[in-house]
């Protein structure tokens, strides 16, 4: 994404510093379950919620739009209005991403938060409590974690990968040689932030993501220096009428060419 204006770069910092705040305190709200087994619904009978994903969403959803009333709201927990299609910028929030990992008493969960305008995140915020971890990042000023600059890190020999088996196992030689599998990771957010900081070189992000899944993390990722995109190499845009994704791919470098390379060969299919 282009580096924002002045006024716009405004904006998004007043914004980035709304979300950190917000997203600390939601986080503070989601430790208050964590570990003590909090009552938990079922969605569509497959995809857990719990008590906690809804006090964080609850909060999240007063603060926020208390401080930006002409914004939109898009949320995992809140039914969708689409009156929010004619607001200039829209929260996109996932209050806990990795509910799953979360309820089993995993850490790599956090709050995702960011702000889009035009389809494109202007601040993104991740807040990973259970690890003492705080991502964020702008437009044209880098990602971070707890204050401190991250980048994704160059290809080596080996490639850590994560995402769903079928597709990792369709990556070609020379590079399926090379690639070491990681363990599952519950958070989409968190995966991704882990390419950012350096932690994991790649992964496939299986078809029907959302918006609140990666709208955050995708700013992060990019201002580390990598990507996401679709089968046809293209970022996605957030918030519009359409809230889901197709198949993904995550990585940097000529890494990132391969993956989508895969991408386009199942459309082929």
Not at 130 to 136: C, I, L, S
Request: with cysteine; charged share 25%.
């Amino acid at each position: 994404m282009p580096a924002l204006d002045a006024i716009n770069l405004a904006e998004a910092r007043e914004d980035l510093a709304l979300l950190r705040e917000a997203a600390r305190e939601a986080g503070v709200i989601a430790m208050r379950y964590f570990g003590n087994n909090p009552q938990v619904w079922m969605k569509g009978g497959t995809s857990p919620v719990s008590e906690a994903d809804h006090a964080a969403d609850a909060y999240l959803r007063e603060t926020l739009l208390k401080a930006r009333p002409d914004y939109g709201w898009l949320s995992e927990e809140t039914a969708d209005d689409h009156a929010r299609l004619a607001a200039r910028r829209t929260f996109v929030v996932d209050p806990i991403d990795g509910t799953r990992g979360f309820l089993d008493g995993l850490h790599s969960w956090c709050v995702s938060v960011a702000v889009v305008e035009d389809g494109r995140s202007l601040a993104g915020v991740l807040e990973c409590p259970a690890k003492r971890e705080t991502y964020w990042a702008l437009p044209g000023e880098g990602a971070y974690l707890n204050d401190e600059r991250i980048h994704v890190r160059p290809i080596g020999d080996a490639v850590d990968m994560g995402g769903p088996k079928p597709l990792v196992d369709l990556v070609p030689e020379p590079w399926q040689g090379r690639l070491r599998r990681t363990a599952y990771i519950p958070s989409l957010a968190y995966r991704l932030a882990m390419i950012a900081a350096g932690k994991l070189d790649a992964t496939f992000v299986k078809p029907s993501a959302h918006d609140w899944d990666i709208a955050a993390a995708d700013l992060i990722l990019t201002e580390a220096g990598g990507a996401l995109v679709d089968r046809a190499g293209a970022p996605p845009r957030y918030a519009g009428e359409i809230i889901n994704h197709g198949a993904l791919a995550a990585g940097s470098g000529a890494l990132i060419g391969v993956l989508t390379g895969v991408l386009a060969g199942l459309d082929e299919g």
